[in-house]
């Protein structure tokens, strides 16, 4: 999976309306409501495009067997993605870019259902949704934390979560001094991963973290929850307890290091885990070794993680397809077995925990939601960042993070961190937070 994010284009929008097509029963060889056409669908999942995705084409045609799907996977989705939002070429439906911020959603994308008709079915509803419209629904939801190899932590003393920032370096530094493997990998090369960090939001400030930070004059401050977000992944590399060489990571073959238990932990979400679980058929190695544990601060005795929607699926604008598009969408989200078969937390409202976060439940972890934004302040934490160019949700202010820790650049913690509160209040005060 790729996350970059990347700048995009503005468009001129013309206002459409679509009436939503539901799944529902096998017709015996005759869409459903008619429903008929060939749609493109985009996708980052490369690795799942000629199989898996393909079951589910099959599946689907039993309910609408005269819509034809095709799938372009993306390597480099957000930035390849991004870029095609400023043509008219970008599918049918694709999952919707992080680059695109709330107020950018009407230009490329058609309203699905108000917030209120969509929030009774579906979860995470608000974080794709601009002026009471719902631009796209959560293919499935995930928690945040870290995902690590049990097994090697546990050859290293360590068998529940960290509960403090101080604990969790000390964690992987015995980790480091009595296994083989490296204790935590960045993926510092591939860069998208970086952005997961960011994903924690929430787990340390609760549901109005955003809010919060938007309010804040100097959130890489102590205390503040941006501070302890940055200033671990700093204290990580700057105390040598990451790869030697972060230039040289790859996404694809840290799921091998970490199933093999040659890595003890990465950042990153429920998703993840069973990929690397995957994993472990191939380079030796367990799949109940492979879990997700929370980030290590707690707030009131319990541990914490952001559970959130993962990528959002949408409908293009300018499809010319648009009921052949919402009946893959509505399907694809309510009646496919995707959530499950990725370990994410189901979409549809009242659906059952899944396995991945077994630990979660063990450890009593709490799942935080964001809040939505206040009204008229939907795009206000996107102007913030951009106009500071702070690319909270990218990886270009992490890499610049990680060479200043591991002496690659010059500066220190507290001049980086300096640097960024200077340019964040400056946007904050010129978009009136």
Not at 246 to 264: F, I, R
Not at 352 to 366: I, M, N, Q, R
């Amino acid at each position: 999976m790729a996350r970059k994010h990347a700048a995009a284009a503005l468009a001129v929008m013309t206002a459409l309306t679509l009436t939503a097509c539901s799944a529902g029963e096998d017709t015996g060889g005759s869409s459903e409501g008619g429903v008929s056409g060939d749609i493109t669908v985009l996708t980052n999942r490369t690795d799942i495009v000629d199989t898996e995705l393909q079951d589910y084409v099959t599946e689907f045609q039993k309910v609408y067997p005269d819509v034809n799907v095709e799938f372009e996977a993306i390597t480099d989705y957000e930035g390849d993605v991004s870029i095609r939002l400023n043509s008219q070429e970008y599918g049918d439906v694709l999952l919707i870019p992080n680059s695109v911020t709330k107020d950018q959603l009407p230009q490329f994308f058609e309203p699905l259902d108000t917030v209120e008709a969509l929030s009774s079915k579906y979860r995470f509803i608000d974080e794709q949704a601009f002026e009471d419209q719902v631009y796209g629904i959560a293919t499935f939801g995930t928690a945040n934390g870290y995902v690590l190899n049990k097994k090697v932590w546990a050859e290293a003393g360590i068998t529940e979560p960290p509960k403090t920032q101080q604990e969790f370096l000390d964690a992987l530094q015995a980790v480091g001094d009595k296994t083989e493997a490296i204790p935590y990998y960045t993926n510092y090369a591939d860069g998208w991963p970086l952005s997961q960090w960011q994903n924690n939001q929430g787990s340390f400030a609760g549901a109005e973290a955003v809010q919060i930070r938007d309010t804040q004059a100097a959130p890489w401050s102590d205390g503040n929850e941006q501070y302890a977000i940055d200033g671990l992944l700093f204290d990580v590399v700057a105390g040598g307890l990451s790869e030697k060489d972060p230039t040289t990571t790859n996404w694809e073959e840290s799921k091998n290091l970490l199933a093999s238990g040659e890595v003890s932990a990465m950042v990153l979400g429920s998703w993840a885990v069973p990929q690397i679980q995957g994993a472990t058929e191939t380079v030796g190695g367990a799949p109940e070794d492979i879990s997700i544990w929370p980030m290590p601060w707690q707030t009131d005795g319990a541990f914490h993680s952001r559970v959130g929607g993962d990528y959002k699926l949408g409908i293009s604008k300018h499809s010319d397809n648009k009921d052949a598009a919402r009946a893959w969408l509505d399907w694809f989200v309510t009646d496919s077995t995707f959530a499950v078969d990725q370990g994410g937390i189901s979409p549809v409202v009242g659906a059952e925990s899944p396995d991945t976060l077994k630990d979660f439940e063990a450890f009593g972890v709490e799942q935080v939601e964001l809040a939505p934004a206040p009204a008229g302040e939907e795009s206000l934490d996107s102007d913030i960042y951009n106009e500071a160019e702070i690319d909270l949700f990218g990886d270009q202010y992490r890499r610049n993070l990680i060479d200043v820790a591991r002496g690659a650049a010059s500066g220190d913690r507290l001049s980086f961190f300096e640097d960024l509160n200077s340019r964040w209040n400056a946007a904050r005060v010129a978009n009136n937070g």
